[in-house]
């Protein structure tokens, strides 16, 4: 009995010592977008981004009776809207296009950054339980409303396409350029979002700003009128507008009409990457904050 007792407490030692130490994990200030933008933090938690952003579809038509139409919806009610006021009451110029089509192909594109600059400036305060609770890269809250949004913008680009073709006009090769002014717009619209999100764990205004911001957005950005109706040098400069350029690229991409807005294209798609830089500079700033106030 006794040596059986020696033997399993040599056993025992033994296993002690060859058994590997734990691991150490080593605890490090963070800086610059080390914490937003780091490549290895954002990897680590991928499924966790891909169910928030699948949450974010399910969640926005979960019991509703048209569901996914509701896509379809707001840029078309709009498109009769401003077809009835602004093409035919008022008589806005729309460079010689079909005034529904020169409004729906510009809606299409702001409808998606409109929701996404909604929607996304009220996530981490609609989800203060997940970010006040546990760790994870908080930039996936506003990220993963814009990559929701991509589901609506591909129903309503579809549903452009076939009215496109229906109305008789053949978009050119240009359409190719589509992702380049889709990847503009979400640019702008995350680094908008992500500013206004984390401004608005602090300051609860914003909810109530971003609405009425929103609408100014529209008629300051070429939906309702053509951008050629703006004298030099202001078209120019509207450009800076990171809209402008995507609305003008819509219209040229799908109606497959006009010359090429690559000027205006290359100074909106600056500022938008300007824009989400600065967007994510200010996220990262006030990030650790978050739980405080939230």
């Known amino acids: 009995m006794l040596e059986g007792m020696e033997t399993t407490t040599a056993q025992i030692r033994d296993e002690a010592v060859v058994s590997p130490p734990p691991e150490t994990i080593r605890l490090q200030p963070t800086k610059g977008f080390s914490r937003v933008l780091a490549p290895r933090e954002l990897w680590r938690y991928r499924d966790l981004a891909g169910q928030i952003a699948l949450r974010d579809i399910t969640v926005r038509y979960r019991q509703t009776a048209l569901g996914g139409a509701w896509a379809v919806l707001q840029p078309i009610g709009f498109m009769v809207v401003f077809s009835l006021i602004f093409g035919q009451v008022a008589g806005v110029s729309s460079d010689g296009l079909p005034y529904p089509l020169f409004s729906l192909a510009a809606l299409v594109p702001w409808t998606f950054f409109a929701n996404a600059l909604l929607l996304g400036s009220d996530s981490l305060v609609s989800n203060s339980a997940l970010v006040s609770k546990i ?82 957005w529209l008629f300051i950005t070429p939906i309702v009128y053509a951008s050629s109706t703006i004298a030099q040098p202001w078209r120019t400069i509207s450009a800076i507008n990171p809209m402008v350029g995507v609305v003008e690229g819509f219209r040229w991409a799908t109606l497959g009409t006009g010359n090429a807005p690559w000027d205006l294209i290359g100074i909106s798609a600056v500022s938008a990457a300007a824009i989400l830089a600065a967007g994510l500079a200010y996220f990262d700033r006030v990030e650790r904050a978050f739980a405080d106030y939230v």
């Open 135 to 216: 760790y994870f890269p908080r930039i996936f809250m506003p990220a993963g409303v814009v990559a929701a949004g991509f589901v609506d913008l591909g129903i309503s680009l579809v549903i452009l396409l076939i009215i496109v073709f229906a109305w008789g006009f053949v978009p050119s090769v240009a359409i190719l350029t589509l992702p380049l002014l889709i990847a503009v717009a979400a640019a702008a619209a995350l680094g908008v979002s992500a500013a206004l999100s984390a401004i608005n764990v602090r300051f609860r205004d914003v909810r109530y700003v971003v609405p009425f911001g929103i609408q100014l």
